[in-house]
């Protein structure tokens, strides 16, 4: 049996300044007439973690547009939307209730869900206390009051920004509708003109807000896509096979290769890279930094190097690196790619990879590197010494050259 918002609030009067145990009677359903109130577990002290509570609204009153919830991807696009709004009311109250911050990709969520139900709101909901005492009447109304105001804010179609909603939803639906064809195209990903790759600082993914170079695709790279929602974008196609990056310092050789590897996910309209787009399929991989490899053939890579070293038997205590590899459908495949990076510093920078696909070949999507088999002559990297290093030999498949600056 479902009580009403009057029958909970008795009953938190009620057990006001007693033990904080107490509050485990609240376990149950209530109907606060603008959404229903779920409380599946509840704290066992105040410095435990909060409550988990979930608020329901039906569809009915959600009222949200059929077809934006027409197919998974709009549904999921619609829930992200959500998310974020149940996100924003819940700070808004400043009442410490937590929905989860949605970072800037825009991915299937546990957070907000469409249920047959109706729309499902999951919260970690602190309940208030004085020191273990219960402070029932400061309860009542986050229960009674504050959580039916963020369900009417965040969940329901006539509060939010029906535009926003629907543009979210159209842009989810074309990033992948992209990706769909990237594989029938020839390519691993698409990088779009316009595109801010440069994040603020290495410890936030927003967009860098001032000067940052808007990305320019090189006119031999250049591909177009129409879309559903009658969009066309431009941008750079990177082909199937090995792409080298190069350039000098603050280039952006990284940022291109990090915007590569998040965009396996869609982001979010405003944050730079909503048309940096890669197959699902791709994978970054990276060696530990800092790790020792000893008596490993690079022959086939790098031969005759300055210093004299053995590259059939090459050892250092500081390889690092990365890459992104592909497995062949036989399943285990060793790929291993070497380098010495541009410019160099006091230490060799090398590595290699092992990776293992379950669902048959993956794609290389780029590798950050100057000097490996395939590159062209006079392309060479470095050894630890500052040295001038040469490819053995040219591969005859085919290895593509990005040079750019200010990406």
């Known amino acids: 049996m479902t009580a009403d918002a009057t029958a909970l609030s008795r009953t938190l009067t009620a057990i006001d300044s007693r ?24 704290q066992v002290d105040p410095y435990a973690p909060p409550s988990l509570m ?35 009311a819940a700070a808004e109250l400043g009442e410490g209730i937590s929905a989860g911050a949605p970072g800037q990709e825009v991915l299937e969520r546990t957070s907000v869900a469409l249920t047959s139900e109706g729309v499902d709101a999951r919260l970690a909901v602190p309940l208030p206390a004085a020191g273990r005492r219960i402070r029932g009447r400061e309860a009542a109304r986050l229960l009674t009051e504050h959580l039916p105001r963020l369900a009417e804010a965040a969940l329901l179609h006539a509060s939010l920004d029906a535009s926003a909603l629907r543009d979210h939803v159209t842009l989810h639906r074309d990033q992948e509708a992209l990706r769909d064809q990237l594989t029938g195209r020839g390519l691993v990903a698409f990088v779009g003109d316009g595109a801010i790759l440069p ?5 936030s993914d927003l967009p860098l807000a001032d000067g940052a170079v808007p990305f320019v695709s090189p006119d031999s790279l250049r591909v177009w896509f129409d879309l559903p929602s009658g969009r066309r974008v431009s941008g750079m196609g990177v082909l199937d096979g090995v792409t080298v990056i190069v350039g ?55 031969t005759g190097l300055p210093s004299g070293t053995d590259t059939r038997a090459f050892s250092t205590t500081n390889a690092s690196g990365m890459c992104v590899a592909r497995t062949g459908p036989s399943g285990w495949k060793r790929v291993t790619h ?19 696909s379950r669902s048959g070949s993956r794609p290389v999507v780029s590798t950050s590197i100057t000097a490996k088999r395939g590159v062209p002559d006079g392309a060479g990297g470095c050894d630890a010494d500052g040295a001038e290093a040469r490819p053995r030999k040219r591969s005859s498949s085919p290895t593509r050259i990005l040079s750019g600056q200010g990406w």
């Open 338 to 356: 070497w380098w010495i990076g541009r410019p160099c510093s006091s230490a060799r920078r090398i590595a290699s990879s092992r990776t293992r």
């Open 248 to 302: 000098g310092g603050y280039h952006g050789k990284s940022t291109v290769l990090r915007a590569l590897a998040k965009g396996v996910y869609p982001h979010r309209a405003g944050d730079g890279r909503e048309w940096v787009i890669t197959r699902a399929t791709a994978a970054a991989l990276r060696a530990e930094d800092g790790r020792a490899v000893t008596g490993v053939d690079i022959s086939p890579f790098l």
């Open 19 to 42: 033990s904080y145990g107490v509050y485990k009677q609240l376990k149950g359903s209530y109907d606060l007439g603008a959404c229903r109130l779920v409380v599946d577990h509840v």
């Open 54 to 88: 979930r608020i329901v609204v039906d569809r009915a009153r959600a009222d949200l547009p059929q077809d934006l919830l027409s197919d998974h991807r709009g549904r999921v696009a619609a829930t992200d939307f959500l998310a974020r709004a149940v996100a924003r």
């Open 199 to 203: 994040r603020r600082s290495g410890d």
